[in-house]
């Protein structure tokens, strides 16, 4: 199969037809996925551990050696004004040009133009209202992942923000949806401790190809706990965005795509249906970054926004034994103490917040960060060279932050959720077939107009996930607590409130989850972005 090139392209997007198009775009990944899973393709798919699971593209392009570009962090966006309503951003989704790799132009969909987007710091209790402005030819659909958002602000996957000016139809068969044109207004009330969060697009079958060609970007919340702690701040407080992309012999980006357009059809071949790989590694955009740093304690808050790559950091020190991770945050925020990790295991979506501790090291010395899950050039992530020393005030509480514990025997309900290909079941106006495969969720692929699961706002229910493949796991509005895992106690990484969990295949956890604050539908589904647009979603119903 060729990879699709993404290119500034002068034709105009045609109109999709007024039905949507999912059920032929399954059962025409079906008719190839059969084959596949058998082996026809000739990609290894590992079906146990922790490894990643995905295919990988290679470069075609001239790559620069690891650890000889600046590292840089995304910019963070100004609030255009700020009044008793709260605090009101802009953002503009739209083509741009950018240098990733030393001496090409790589075109890129950027939020602002830029990849990662620009980073927006809320504070907990105040509104962040941020408006969209679609500049691209094909609909998006914006998600705060680990937002505790209205339904009508979440990013449901068919609400479609229609490009700015262009008058073609974008019909789909879901009557609940709100599609609008040019801008959408997202309002996220801030209701929820300090975390890193990230928005990204969402939009249905699609979401794989456009977060590769860069709408991501990170949303911090803070709040006086937080600031309250001493931990490392300003230029020492580093978010980094964590993905891998390839590149083709004129330094444009590549994506296995079914549908170039981005319009209709399946977004990603079969071949790559288990999810996508680069061979390059980007932190916050740049290849493989070398970060001058003090020799001072530093927050890394890692953000893996990787289609499918999962990936084992660790600390490798050349000139003496390397510290280890403090782990001070998980995707919810603060953990109740920090936590000493030799190594983090990070899925997509998942995020943790970490200290590093470079105090007592001298100028000269450095601390490569290192990818155990990678091989050949996905080993090397990034590099920290001391240059310095400096006075370094800030501190590690033995304790962080209250959490409080949902409480098993207060569960109402307990559910057993089994994610797992399989062949696709019945459809309105299809019987399925043997023929027919997919990522599905209790053996059902995503249906927008079907409620999945129906939730009552404040009652705790305990969840069983189980897996036949590796899939990390996410969940909208509210955070969960991890139990159990395989029937034992959760793992060292589990720790306090999550939105995304990894459970490799043929292992289950589970999780005790509560949702407040929102009724409507949100969503529950793989984020292995591929995966996801196979169908790997369901319906979360909350009500009163």
């Known amino acids: 199969m060729s990879a699709f090139r ?21 059962r025409a990944a079906g008719l190839t996925a059969g084959a596949f899973a058998a082996g026809g393709a000739g990609v290894a798919w590992q079906l146990s551990g922790p490894r990643t699971v995905g295919a990988t593209l290679r470069s075609a392009a001239r790559l620069p050696e690891p650890f000889t570009l600046p590292g840089t962090v995304p910019p963070v966006l100004a609030p ?12 503009v989704q739209r083509r741009a040009v950018r240098e990733i790799l030393p001496g090409y132009r790589t075109e890129i969909w950027g939020y602002n133009g830029q990849f990662p987007g620009p980073t927006i710091r809320a504070t907990r209790g105040r509104p962040a209202i941020v408006v969209h402005r679609n500049e691209l030819e094909v609909p998006t659909v914006t998600h705060l992942h680990g937002g505790h958002t209205p339904a009508e602000s979440d990013g449901y996957p068919t609400d479609y923000l229609l490009p700015v000016g262009d008058a073609a139809a974008m019909i789909h068969d879901d009557p609940q949806a709100v599609v609008v044109r040019g801008e959408r207004e997202y309002r996220y009330p801030g209701d929820q401790p300090a975390a890193t969060l990230w928005y990204h697009d969402h939009r249905m079958d699609f979401t794989g190809p456009a977060v590769w060609r860069g709408l991501a970007g990170f949303h911090l919340v803070d709040d006086d706990v937080d600031r309250g702690l001493g931990l490392p701040d300003g230029e020492r407080d580093l978010p980094l965005l964590l993905c891998d992309r390839a590149f083709d012999a004129d330094g444009q980006l590549v994506y296995p795509a079914a549908d170039p357009m981005g319009m209709h059809g399946a977004a990603v071949s079969d071949d790559y249906m288990q999810g996508v790989q680069g061979d390059v590694l980007l932190v916050n955009g740049v290849p493989w970054p070398r970060f001058p740093v003090a020799a001072a304690r530093y927050r890394l808050r890692w953000l893996n926004a990787s289609n499918a790559r999962v990936y084992r950091l660790r600390l490798d020190g050349p ?43 001298r100028p000269g010395d450095s601390v490569t960060i290192v990818n155990e899950l990678g091989d050949g050039r996905t080993f090397d992530v990034l590099r920290l060279c001391v240059d310095r020393t400096e006075s370094d005030s800030s501190r590690i509480p033995d304790r962080l932050a209250e959490l409080e514990r949902l409480d098993p025997a207060t569960a109402v309900r307990r559910r057993d959720l089994h ?22 969720i209790d053996g059902r692929a995503f249906d927008p107009s079907r409620p999945d699961l129906t939730a009552r706002l404040g ?6 996930l189980t897996t036949n493949f590796n899939h990390p796991i996410h969940l909208h509005l509210n955070p969960f607590q991890v139990l159990t895992r395989n029937g034992r106690a959760p793992s060292a990484t589990d720790g306090g409130w999550k939105d995304t969990i990894h459970l490799p295949a043929s292992q289950e956890a589970e999780i005790a989850v509560r949702f407040t604050g929102y009724t409507g539908r949100f969503m529950l589904h793989c984020h292995n972005l591929e995966h996801e647009d196979r169908g790997m979603m369901a319906n979360v119903a909350v009500t009163h």
């Open 80 to 91: 255009e004004r700020v009044d008793a309503a709260g605090d009101h951003y802009r953002i």
């Open 459 to 464: 009652e705790v229910e305990i969840w069983r």
């Open 319 to 361: 000139h003496r034994q390397a510290p280890g991770f403090i782990q001070i945050g998980s995707d919810g925020g603060l953990l109740d103490r920090p936590r000493h990790l030799d190594a983090i295991d990070i899925a997509p979506g998942e995020r943790f917040d970490t200290i590093v501790d470079l105090t007592g090291y």
């Open 419 to 440: 994610f797992r290909m399989g062949d696709m079941p019945s459809m309105p106006g299809h019987d399925g077939g043997a023929d027919m495969k997919g990522w599905l």
């Open 6 to 26: 993404f290119r500034a392209r002068t034709d105009r997007p045609q109109p999709i037809s007024p039905v949507l198009s999912r059920r032929t775009v399954l």
